[in-house]
T-cell receptor, first 112, second 112 residues
Framework: SQQGEEDPQALSIQEGENATMNCSYK?????LQWYRQNSGRGLVHLIL?????REKHSGRLRVTLDTSKKSSSLLITASRAADTASYFC????????????FGQGTRLTINP | DAGVTQSPTHLIKTRGQQVTLRCSPI?????VSWYQQVLGQGPQFIFQ???????GRGNFPDRFSARQFPNYSSELNVNALLLGDSALYLC???????????FGSGTRLTVV
């Protein structure tokens, strides 16, 4: 079963605008990670945020984590056509196997 | 440095057949995980191996098995294929457990 749920399921914006995707999860985590997937191929790691962190930045990406609400958000600023992809959040739980538990993903389309 | 390599990239099999998928991790990575991604969904965890030992298994039937070799490469075997096994199979490697993962481009398996 999926641990996380992304919202929205699909997002379409104009190039240059900011894109925000949200992720909610159910159980306590060790860390939360965001991945990008182009055209149903391999996933690319974007950013990892640990349970004791609240915000991280990487280039045009900003990730926040609210463990009290069990939610995270990914903000992509000044979007580009090349950002068109599916974005997944994945959690690593505190207990059990150190596996990634993925949500269903958000399909982001950047229109030129 | 080569990334995570998977072979083959595409495969078509008939129901009831057996298939072996292969994965070579990034040099120095001792952890290899396998994920199944059905079209339109997030990846689902199948197995994790670390230092050649199974460290986690997802909710998949015994038809699925895997192993890790002394050079840390890995194979995923699926017996008695069903139509529902059609999916993208992803391999991911990491230095240890619980950190970020590097994914291969996947093997697209079609069962007819």
């Amino acid at each position: 079963s999926q641990q996380g749920e992304e919202d929205p399921q699909a997002l379409s914006i104009q190039e240059g605008e900011n894109a925000t995707m949200n992720c909610s999860y159910k159980t306590s985590i060790n860390n939360l990670q965001w991945y990008r997937q182009n055209s149903g191929r391999g996933l690319v790691h974007l950013i990892l945020i640990r349970s004791n962190e609240r915000e991280k930045h990487s280039g045009r990406l900003r990730v926040t984590l609210d463990t009290s609400k069990k939610s995270s958000s990914l903000l992509i600023t000044a979007s580009r056509a090349a950002d068109t992809a599916s974005y997944f959040c994945a959690t690593v739980l505190i207990q059990g196997a150190q596996k990634l538990v993925f949500g269903q993903g958000t399909r982001l389309t950047i229109n030129p | 440095d080569a990334g995570v390599t998977q072979s083959p990239t595409h495969l078509i099999k008939t129901r009831g057949q057996q298939v072996t998928l292969r994965c070579s991790p990034i040099s120095g990575h001792k952890s290899v995980s396998w994920y199944q991604q059905v079209l339109g969904q997030g990846p689902q965890f199948i197995f994790q191996y670390y230092e050649k030992e199974e460290r986690g298994r997802g909710n998949f039937p015994d038809r699925f098995s895997a192993r890790q070799f002394p050079n840390y490469s890995s194979e995923l075997n699926v017996n008695a294929l069903l139509l529902g096994d059609s999916a993208l199979y992803l391999c991911a490697s990491s230095l240890g457990q619980g950190g970020s993962y590097t994914f291969g481009s996947g093997t697209r398996l079609t069962v007819v």
